[in-house]
């Protein structure tokens, strides 16, 4: 996780002096590591000011200086699932990053914590993503909501909301559609499920957007959140791949840009490896300490 980046921020910290070929060398650093120009800048300007105020006297004292400074960047977010009342989950994210595995993930997670799931499959666009959800279902003692291909999302989502309410369920998983659109499409369809979600009677505290993101994408990831975070306002991310992270910038830079904290991080194979985000751990990693 991480290491490639944080192994090299540790090296560079290491240099002898922080003079200002130190600080160039650290601002390149952080672009190749796609934090982006700006937020580079941003950081590397900070670290010099505080740096020079506060006098590091090791490495670790600069690496912890550059931890503070991070962490303003990033969020970490716990839905909370009422027990006595039904929460709904919209799932979003392209085709490829792990959004259906991230959604049978957490239903063996919120399974575990004892609540009561079902899945919903709203991407009625590919046979496969219906297909598939179901192969989950059976395997975790799930209940599913599904139509034929083809179908209107927005139904799915409504036969879901209308049927769990009636069984007393108390958590739906909602996965939606991954191919890459755009942007007005995306609008069109994620606002009807909004509309669908909200005339079912599920308010704002029980109603959760989350966008999947493949960690290892970097730049395409904040090309993503952008989109989708423009088309239905995103509570969280949840981090697939998690265990070979190569471009944790991407994240900070987010968290920056959108303000979008991270919920969740998929780190293996199995339907046990789902863990809420520790800020903390991903900042350590992040600057070599």
Same mark, same amino acid.
């Given at each position: 996780?991480?290491?490639?980046?944080?192994? $090299?921020?540790?090296?560079?910290?290491?240099?002898?002096?922080?003079?200002?070929?130190?600080?160039?060398?650290?601002?390149?650093?952080?672009?190749?590591?796609?934090?982006?120009?700006?937020?580079?800048?941003?950081?590397?300007?900070?670290?010099? #000011?505080?740096?020079?105020?506060?006098?590091?006297?090791?490495?670790?004292?600069?690496?912890?200086?550059?931890? $503070?400074?991070?962490?303003?960047?990033?969020?970490?977010?716990?839905?909370? @699932?009422? #027990?006595?009342?039904?929460?709904?989950?919209?799932?979003?994210?392209?085709?490829?990053v792990g959004k259906t595995t991230s959604i049978a993930k957490m239903a063996k997670m919120y399974k575990d914590q004892g609540y009561d799931v079902m899945l919903a499959a709203g991407d009625t666009f590919r046979a496969a993503a219906i297909d598939q959800l179901e192969v989950h279902a059976q395997r975790l003692g799930c209940r599913i909501v599904k139509q034929k291909n083809g179908s209107d999302p927005g139904s799915v989502v409504y036969d879901a909301i209308t049927s769990a309410?009636?069984?007393?369920?108390?958590?739906?998983?909602?996965?939606?559609?991954? $191919?890459?659109?755009?942007?007005?499409?995306?609008?069109?369809?994620?606002? #009807? @499920?909004?509309?669908?979600?909200?005339?079912?009677?599920?308010?704002?505290?029980?109603?959760?957007?989350?966008?999947?993101?493949d960690s290892t994408t970097g730049q395409n990831g904040i090309s993503q959140a952008d989109l989708f975070n423009q088309a239905v306002k995103l509570d969280a991310l949840i981090l697939s791949k998690y265990d070979s992270l190569a471009k944790g910038g991407a994240l900070v830079q987010i968290g920056q840009k959108f303000g979008i904290p991270i919920s969740f991080v998929g780190t293996g194979e199995t339907y046990s490896d789902m863990h809420p985000f520790d800020k903390d751990e991903f900042l350590d990693t992040l600057v070599g300490l």
């Open positions: 996780m991480l290491k490639g980046f944080g192994s $090299r921020l540790k090296a560079l910290f290491g240099v002898k002096s922080f003079n200002e070929k130190f600080y160039e060398d650290l601002e390149d650093f952080l672009i190749e590591g796609d934090l982006g120009a700006t937020l580079a800048m941003e950081i590397s300007d900070e670290l010099r #000011k505080v740096a020079k105020s506060e006098k590091p006297a090791t490495q670790q004292d600069l690496q912890q200086m550059m931890k $503070r400074l991070l962490a303003t960047k990033v969020e970490a977010y716990t839905p909370e @699932i009422d #027990k006595n009342s039904l929460t709904v989950f919209l799932i979003l994210g392209v085709n490829g309410q009636a069984k007393g369920e108390q958590l739906i998983l909602v996965d939606t559609a991954g $191919r890459m659109h755009n942007k007005e499409n995306l609008l069109r369809e994620l606002s #009807k @499920i909004d509309k669908v979600v909200k005339s079912r009677g599920v308010d704002e505290a029980h109603y959760k957007k989350f966008l999947v993101i």
